[in-house]
């Protein structure tokens, strides 16, 4: 008899934290790689954050907390909530977690049940259909390629709801496509979701303030006020506060299931880290304005990155309205021969070669359910990004 849990055979390690992972270990052993793969923000913490950790410790903050948080972090949540989103919500609405895996953890396991649907448009992060999986769930994929801008279409959601469906996940910016859905994107899917009152939405909305020119996002709960009361909002400070080692998400929904999220974390990881909390309050109630500084930065590189893609023999690389990410497909490279005499079948092909043959680390599209493209998040020093897109020009360029 086997001692590992049959329920972990459906399930492959995060191929996002792999990549990352091979990345930092051939730069240890001395290879010259560029990671394009990890999806976290280069830029440090902002000082002033770091300095309530500091005090934080110093206060005293070295001891368990309640599992949703100090009350002083729900209640900027909750004013965060209002003054971004438009949202009311209150405390006992709001659920704060280990990251936003974390808080996607324990909203499905209160409330995945084997067999349930679970609505996922691809590309989607790697996690949603990898967590539903661990509780029975049935990740039912809707292809959205390029051509509809990465985005699902009312049509495509009414055809994927059946009894079954539990859930919609959704994600705008999204990781990895880096497409944000408008106000108008939403309300297409709100319209569709009011006449299906059994299924919720799950809105990741964690890149919501990575976004560039002039993208404007909203909240699905805000789209269609009728959808609140089955709607999880999520986010977190990983992405916008650079903060992803902290270790914060947070969500707010309708209480019943908050609670049964809190019955979850009260028996597993408790709450996060005392002092991370801390400085979440500082930074949800702090100055703002570093979040646009970086954003400037951030979108001078994706359209660096997007212009140098696109200019690679073989590659398509649309410009993303938000995120860290860019999609490009490689459909012009399949089927071609590398130096070597190997040949691209597909996007894992693609990505294995750019990292061989010039040290880029990127990650391929399979991992995000749709082929043939990847994924390069820009979230690096510029010098290093135009660095690493003249090798994947060069690596292109040698292909036969
Ligand atoms: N969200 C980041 C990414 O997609 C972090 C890695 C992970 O947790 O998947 O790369």
């Given at each position: 008899?086997?001692?590992?849990?049959?329920?972990?055979?459906a399930i492959k390690p995060s191929p996002t934290i792999s990549v990352?992972?091979?990345?930092?270990?051939?730069?240890?052993?001395?290879?010259?790689?560029?990671?394009?793969g990890?999806g976290?923000?280069?830029?440090?913490?902002?000082?002033?954050?770091?300095?309530?950790?500091?005090?934080?410790?110093?206060?005293?903050?070295?001891?368990?907390?309640?599992?949703?948080?100090?009350?002083?972090?729900?209640?900027?949540?909750?004013?965060?909530?209002?003054?971004?989103?438009?949202?009311?919500?209150?405390?006992?609405?709001?659920?704060?977690?280990?990251?936003g895996k974390?808080?996607i953890?324990?909203?499905m396991?209160?409330?995945v049940?084997?067999?349930d649907e679970i609505i996922i448009p691809a590309p989607y992060w790697v996690s949603y259909p990898a967590i539903p999986l661990f509780?029975?769930g049935k990740p039912v994929i809707v292809d959205c390629p390029a051509e509809n801008g990465f985005k699902m279409t009312?049509?495509q959601l009414?055809a994927a709801i059946?009894?079954?469906t539990k859930w919609l996940i959704m994600n705008s910016p999204s990781n990895p496509s880096g497409a944000g859905y408008?106000?108008?994107?939403?309300?297409?899917l709100?319209?569709?979701?009011?006449?299906?009152?059994?299924?919720?939405?799950f809105t990741d909305?964690i890149y919501?303030?990575?976004?560039?020119?002039?993208?404007?996002?909203?909240?699905?709960?805000?789209?269609?006020?009728?959808?609140?009361?089955?709607?999880?909002?999520?986010?977190?400070?990983?992405?916008?506060?650079?903060?992803?080692?902290?270790?914060?998400?947070?969500?707010?929904?309708?209480?019943?299931?908050?609670?049964?999220?809190?019955?979850?974390?009260?028996?597993?990881?408790?709450?996060?880290?005392?002092?991370?909390?801390?400085?979440?309050?500082?930074?949800?109630?702090?100055?703002?304005?570093?979040?646009?500084?970086?954003?400037?930065?951030?979108?001078?590189?994706?359209?660096?990155?997007?212009?140098?893609?696109?200019?690679?023999?073989?590659?398509?690389c649309p410009?993303p309205?938000?995120a860290?990410y860019v999609y490009p497909s490689c459909a012009?490279?399949i089927?071609?021969?590398?130096?070597?005499?190997?040949?691209?079948s597909n996007d894992e092909d693609f990505v294995t070669?750019?990292?061989?043959?010039?040290?880029?680390?990127a990650v391929h599209g399979e991992a995000f359910g749709l082929s043939p493209y990847f994924r390069i998040s820009?979230?690096?020093?510029?010098?290093?990004?135009?660095?690493?897109?003249?090798?994947?020009?060069?690596?292109?360029?040698?292909?036969?």
């Amino acid at each position: 008899m086997a001692f590992i849990a049959e329920r972990l055979s459906a399930i492959k390690p995060s191929p996002t934290i792999s990549v990352s992972q091979k990345a930092r270990e051939l730069k240890i052993a001395g290879q010259d790689v560029i990671s394009l793969g990890a999806g976290e923000p280069d830029f440090d913490t902002p000082p002033h954050i770091i300095e309530a950790a500091k005090k934080a410790l110093d206060d005293g903050y070295t001891r368990y907390t309640s599992v949703n948080g100090i009350p002083e972090l729900q209640e900027a949540i909750v004013a965060k909530f209002k003054r971004e989103n438009d949202l009311d919500y209150s405390a006992d609405q709001v659920h704060v977690s280990c990251g936003g895996k974390s808080v996607i953890f324990n909203a499905m396991m209160a409330s995945v049940d084997p067999g349930d649907e679970i609505i996922i448009p691809a590309p989607y992060w790697v996690s949603y259909p990898a967590i539903p999986l661990f509780f029975g769930g049935k990740p039912v994929i809707v292809d959205c390629p390029a051509e509809n801008g990465f985005k699902m279409t009312g049509e495509q959601l009414e055809a994927a709801i059946t009894p079954k469906t539990k859930w919609l996940i959704m994600n705008s910016p999204s990781n990895p496509s880096g497409a944000g859905y408008t106000h108008d994107d939403l309300k297409e899917l709100s319209d569709v979701l009011v006449r299906h009152d059994h299924v919720w939405v799950f809105t990741d909305d964690i890149y919501e303030r990575l976004i560039y020119d002039n993208f404007k996002f909203t909240a699905m709960a805000r789209v269609e006020p009728g959808l609140k009361d089955r709607t999880l909002t999520m986010n977190g400070m990983s992405k916008a506060y650079c903060m992803t080692g902290w270790r914060v998400g947070y969500a707010a929904g309708p209480v019943e299931l908050i609670k049964a999220m809190t019955k979850i974390q009260s028996q597993s990881i408790s709450h996060t880290a005392a002092i991370s909390q801390v400085a979440s309050v500082a930074a949800l109630n702090g100055p703002q304005d570093f979040i646009a500084e970086n954003n400037k930065v951030f979108k001078d590189r994706r359209d660096l990155v997007v212009s140098m893609l696109n200019q690679a023999s073989g590659l398509s690389c649309p410009t993303p309205e938000g995120a860290f990410y860019v999609y490009p497909s490689c459909a012009g490279t399949i089927g071609k021969k590398t130096p070597n005499g190997n040949t691209i079948s597909n996007d894992e092909d693609f990505v294995t070669y750019i990292l061989e043959s010039e040290g880029v680390a990127a990650v391929h599209g399979e991992a995000f359910g749709l082929s043939p493209y990847f994924r390069i998040s820009y979230a690096t020093a510029t010098e290093l990004l135009e660095e690493a897109c003249q090798r994947i020009q060069r690596a292109c360029a040698a292909l036969s």
